[in-house]
């Protein structure tokens, strides 16, 4: 079995400031996970992905990630948040299985606003 | 290349109607997805097609009904749908089933 936790429904960041998106995971295997965001209306955009090689994953528009094993914890983070940064962002896990499918479990969903 | 075209954006339709949704991705992906997003959720899983056969159907309703008519073009036909259906309509692809999912941008649909 699988889970994916987003500690917080919403987070609200001035302009400027750290942004920091919390993730946990549950995975009886060595999971893939990655986070997507989607602005209002729009598709889901890939953001960064880690599939057991870095544990520390850049992804695009200075965003990165840290996979702790340990913590069993996959967190957001940005040095400095820009406004074009708000909009819903998504944790995802994934394992592959017999029948060579992958099973896809989203989290919830983080909400970030950034204040100007 | 990491696109996933949608058509239409959006669609507006009633109860009785038959409409259908297009996906289309050029990228060789083998993979593509069906899913349901309702406001303020996160996007659920319809349909896994695989070299273009089904391969999963995350019991949904007969009235949803998919087709894959080659490698790069993926359908959701629609009818007698319901208001509770009116959701975004996402497709995503995958070079393989094991692969990362480059989604599309979405149909808005509305039952009226």
């Known amino acids: 079995a699988q889970s994916v936790t987003q500690l917080d429904s919403h987070v609200s960041v001035s302009e400027g400031t750290p942004v920091l998106l919390r993730c946990n995971y549950s995975s009886s295997y060595s999971p893939s996970l990655f986070w997507y965001v989607q602005h209002p209306n729009k598709g889901l955009q890939l953001l960064l992905k880690y599939t057991s090689a870095a ?11 840290e996979f702790k094993k340990s913590e069993t914890s996959f ?14 962002y998504f ?14 479990t989203f989290g919830i969903g983080t ?6 | 290349d990491t696109e996933v075209t949608q058509t239409p954006k959006h669609l507006v339709m009633g109860m009785t109607n038959k409409k259908s949704l297009k996906c289309e991705q050029h990228m060789g992906h083998r993979a593509m997805y069906w899913y349901k997003q309702k406001a303020k959720k996160p ?9 273009e056969k ?11 009904s998919p087709e894959c008519p080659n490698s790069s073009l993926l359908n959701l036909h629609l009818h007698a749908l319901q208001p509770e259906d009116s959701a975004l309509y996402l497709c995503a692809s995958s070079r393989t089933g094991l692969d ?9 649909l509305t039952v009226l």
Not at chain 2, 57 to 63: A, D, G, I, L, Y
Not at chain 2, 100 to 108: M, N, S
């Open chain 2, 54 to 64: 089904l391969s999963i159907n995350e019991s949904v309703p007969s009235r949803f």
């Open chain 1, 55 to 65: 544990t520390l994953v850049k992804g695009i528009n200075g965003f990165e990630a």
């Open chain 2, 100 to 108: 990362t999912q480059y989604f599309g941008p979405g149909t808005r």
């Open chain 1, 91 to 104: 944790c995802v896990v994934t394992r592959g299985n017999s029948g060579g499918y992958q099973k896809v």
């Open chain 1, 75 to 88: 967190h957001l983070t940005k040095p400095s948040a820009h406004m074009s940064d708000a909009a819903e």
């Open chain 1, 111 to 116: 909400k970030l606003q950034v204040i100007p």
């Open chain 2, 43 to 51: 996007p659920e899983l319809m349909f896994v097609y695989s070299y």
